[in-house]
Nanobody
Framework: QLQLVESGGGYVQPGGSLTLSCAAS????????IGWFRQAPGKEREEVSC????????EFAESVEGRFTISRDNGKKTVYLVMNNLKPEDTGVYYC??????????????????WGQGNQVTVSS
């Protein structure tokens, strides 16, 4: 059973940067696409980004395109979400999730099979 643990969240001022990590254990992370999702208080969960099992393909939500990057190191069993030029509307609990698939990735939360516990990101002055 794949297990995921997020880390790296915290408090940052607008315009600042944070890097989230998603550490996997219990299965071969290279068999899974990884997605990042977030949920702000009182709002529905929304997609952020995803990366294919090999790292060759990625997708970004329009709201973060050009500000966030995603990468993975399958040897270290870790996926990274680098968030630059953060805005207050980026505030929320960030979750990483995994879907077993060999190619591409999709920003559709319902297809992901394994989820982390979430990590808080707060962007405020």
């Amino acid at each position: 059973q794949l297990q995921l643990v997020e880390s790296g969240g915290g408090y940052v001022q607008p315009g600042g940067s944070l890097t989230l990590s998603c550490a996997a254990s219990g299965d071969t992370v290279g068999h899974f696409a990884i997605g990042w999702f977030r949920q702000a208080p009182g709002k529905e969960r929304e997609e952020v980004s995803c990366i294919s099992a090999s790292g060759a393909n990625s997708e970004f939500a329009e709201s973060v395109e050009g500000r966030f990057t995603i990468s993975r190191d399958n040897g270290k069993k870790t996926v990274y979400l680098v968030m630059n030029n953060l805005k207050p509307e980026d505030t929320g609990v960030y979750y990483c999730a995994a879907q077993r698939r060999w190619t591409l990735c999709e920003l559709t939360a319902d297809i992901y099979e394994h989820w982390g516990q979430g990590n808080q990101v707060t962007v405020s002055s």
